[in-house]
């Protein structure tokens, strides 16, 4: 009878046990976005020089009074050449 008893506990602990290792673990993972930062974008028209009512652009060269110019960030610089 002791042992009727004995065995009975034993298999209602085994039971339990088992029956708790067949549950299902969730693991929830959080991933936070980082925001998105829009800046606007500014592009500078590059720099011109005029001459009679016409733009050059900067390297461009040009002869004003029998001497050599180049255009160099909107001024004509002289290059010291005779044209």
């Known amino acids: 009878m002791k ?4 065995l009975t506990c034993l298999s209602a602990t085994a039971l339990v046990t088992i029956a ?5 673990v969730v693991r ?3 991933v936070e976005k980082q925001p998105v930062v829009q800046r606007e974008t500014i ?3 590059p720099a011109m020089c005029s ?8 390297g461009s060269l040009s002869c004003q009074g ?9 001024t004509w610089e002289p290059t ?3 044209c």
């Open 43 to 45: 592009v500078q028209a």
């Open 28 to 30: 929830e993972t959080v």
């Open 20 to 24: 708790g290792c067949g549950r299902t």
């Open 3 to 6: 042992r009727a008893i004995l």
């Open 51 to 58: 001459l009679g009512g016409t733009n050059f652009s900067t």
């Open 66 to 74: 029998g001497y050599e110019y180049r255009c160099n960030s909107a």
């Open 80 to 82: 010291g050449r005779m």
